[in-house]
Structures are given as structure tokens and as C-alpha cells.
């Protein structure tokens, strides 16, 4: 546990093989990212052009299948794992209201709109309870409330068989899913040799935040710096000092209570790996929103190309691990 007052806990959630922590008091990051495929010996992702923000993150790959015959074979995108436990614990900021496209995703092949199917299974303690769930129709949900909402109308039978198989909690008018949600587009692709196929799609991220009171900074900034959870966005000096100058400029305009807000863009970088080879060619953009917002993530080789966008160039890459923005903003005064 940190000494840190603006982060006082963490739950993990996990999309394929990236974990994104958020914090009891804060709102949640689930992160999503990359489509996957099984190991392929044969196609390469050639080229991915990726732009993260806030607001919306965009991916453009090319893909060459370098064997001599056409190759068709499944592709997928994970959404973030759903703790429904955990997360009746947390305040998420889901960017829709849509229960089977909770991030508004959108598919392109080769500049043809396309329509993912969805695959949504359940389970407990690593037990499938999708056909549980469908037999008393019951939706398998993100927002906890809504999904409990749901379990109150249902027959006083059904909610003592979901409670017996551990799969909801009751007490009253309170009543708690207990499974995760596991949901994944997925479509039918057809790669033919020696020929890119551009596969692009967008969505809107699950954006966490939390605050940086500047009361606990300068209670001991040395301190501050120094806490771990900076480790995983890469905070260097120079942010820190921009962090700092924003916190002494709201105390004495707002007083003890100021605050700057902090909010957390994850996408899973490392499914690129499952292609053929490394990606010949990445790019990637990220947008930090306003002039005056700081940003940090951990990558090398970033250069400054707009007013609020940075930009990352590599060759032959092979991501080793996923990426984590952190944003710094100054709330609005009252």
C-alpha cells in the first residue's frame, strides 16, 4: 500500500496476457488494444499506424501473407476482462451505454465497413457459467448495477440457484454479480499471397483518472517522485517539474484542496508479436488533449509533432511490453 492518498488500492484486470491496475477511489483503465491471431508462420504484419487519445484510438495495419496460397483464418479483438466483483467495488467511465459494443468499436477491411461477430462467455473461479447465465437470460453486462438490476426481477428460484452457485450475493434490495465477463469480436479472414490486406479499426478507450491533491505533494514531494506507481508511466524529471509548477500555482489561487487530475489511456501493444516476424514498419501518434497537459509513457525516440501530439517511429518491432499513457490535466475553476 502507498503512502500516496490518490491511489489507495489496486484491482487487476486482464485483457490476453496486459493487466491494467485501477484504484478504489479513482475511475477504472481496462485496457484493449491489438487484434490477435494464432501464431501464423506465414503472415506478417507489415505496417501499424496507431493513434492514442483520450477520445478515440485508431489502428491501420497492413498485412502480407508471404506464402504461395491464399491463407483464411479467424482474427480477433479482445475487450478488456470484466470482474463484475471487482468493479462494484470501482467508479468506471464506460464511453457507451452499449452492452454488446461497450467501446463503439468499428471494423474495416481494405476500406469496406465490416460487422464483427461478438463472442461474450462467463466465468467463475475459471468455470464457463456462460449457459447458466443464458438459461435464466440474464445479461452477461459490464456496469454491475445494470447487470444486478437484472437478477432482482428474476424468480425468487432462479436468484437462490445463481446465489447457491456462487454467482450473485443478496442482502435486501442489494444484490451483486460475481462472474467475469469475457467478450471478444471476432471475423473470418481471408489473407491471399503476397498481397497487403489493410485492416483498420477504432474505438473509444476505457479511460481511468484520479487526482494529485497538491496538499500530499508537498507534504513530501522527494517522496511523491519516488512512489512506484510513477515506474509504469516512465515519469522523468522534466513532467515532474511541470507537475510541481501547476500544484503551487493552484494552492495559491485555490487553496489546500487543489488538485490536477491524471487520467490513464491503456492498449495492449504486445499481440503483435503473434504475427510473423516483428512489424516491419509502427508508428505511433498519442494526442495529450490541451497544449498545457503534460503526458508521460515509456518509449524512447519520441518526438514532439503538434501542438498536443507525439509521435514514435520504429523498424522491425517487437513490442515487449504494452503501452500506458498518463495525462496530466488542470480541472476547470468552479
Not at 490518490?6 to 484504484?23: C, D, F, G, K, N
Not at 442489494?174 to 467475469?180: A, H, I, N, Q, S
Not at 503538434?306 to 475553476?333: N, S, W, Y
Request: glycine residues 8%; contains cysteine; charged residues 25%.
Amino acid at each position: 500500500m502507498t503512502g500516496i492518498v490518490w491511489r489507495v488500492a489496486a484491482i487487476v484486470l486482464s485483457v490476453v496476457a496486459a493487466q491494467s491496475a485501477l484504484a478504489n477511489d479513482s475511475t477504472a483503465a481496462l485496457g484493449a488494444g491489438g487484434i490477435v491471431l494464432t501464431e501464423s508462420a506465414d503472415i506478417r504484419m507489415a505496417s501499424e499506424d496507431l493513434f492514442v487519445s483520450r477520445e478515440v484510438i485508431r489502428v491501420r495495419y497492413s498485412f502480407i501473407n508471404e506464402s504461395q496460397a491464399p491463407i483464411t483464418t479467424r482474427v480477433a479483438f479482445p475487450l478488456p476482462v470484466a470482474d463484475l466483483d471487482a468493479l462494484g467495488e470501482s467508479d468506471v467511465g464506460w464511453p457507451t451505454d452499449n452492452q454488446s459494443n461497450i467501446v463503439a468499436f468499428k471494423l474495416k477491411i481494405d476500406g469496406r465497413a465490416v460487422k464483427p461477430e461478438l463472442e461474450e462467455k462467463a466465468f467463475l473461479k475459471g468455470q464457463d457459467v456462460s449457459d447458466v447465465l443464458r438459461r435464466f437470460k440474464v445479461p452477461f453486462g459490464y456496469r454491475p448495477g445494470m447487470v444486478g438490476d437484472a437478477l432482482k426481477k428474476l424468480p425468487a428460484a432462479a436468484r437462490k440457484e445463481l446465489t447457491a452457485r456462487g454467482l450473485m450475493e443478496e442482502s435486501g434490495d442489494w444484490v451483486r454479480p460475481l462472474w467475469t465477463v469475457k467478450s471478444t469480436f471476432h471475423w473470418q479472414q481471408t489473407f491471399p499471397p503476397q498481397k497487403p490486406v489493410a485492416v483498420e479499426h477504432e474505438y473509444k478507450p476505457v479511460v481511468g483518472g484520479a487526482f494529485v491533491p497538491a496538499s500530499t505533494y508537498f507534504e513530501d514531494a522527494k517522496k511523491f517522485r519516488r512512489d512506484e506507481f510513477f515506474n509504469g508511466y516512465c515519469v522523468d524529471a522534466t513532467t515532474f517539474s511541470g507537475i510541481e509548477q501547476r500544484l503551487r500555482w493552484l494552492k495559491q489561487h485555490r487553496g489546500e484542496g487543489a488538485v490536477l487530475f491524471s487520467w490513464f489511456v491503456d492498449y495492449v501493444l504486445t499481440t503483435g508479436k503473434n504475427w510473423k516476424g516483428p512489424i516491419a514498419k509502427f508508428r505511433l501518434t498519442v494526442d495529450k488533449g490541451k497544449r498545457e497537459n503534460l503526458i508521460s509513457f515509456c518509449m524512447d525516440g519520441v518526438r514532439k509533432t503538434g501542438a498536443t501530439t507525439f509521435a514514435v517511429e520504429r523498424r522491425d518491432f517487437e513490442p515487449e511490453q504494452d503501452l500506458k499513457l498518463m495525462i496530466i490535466e488542470t480541472p476547470p475553476a468552479n
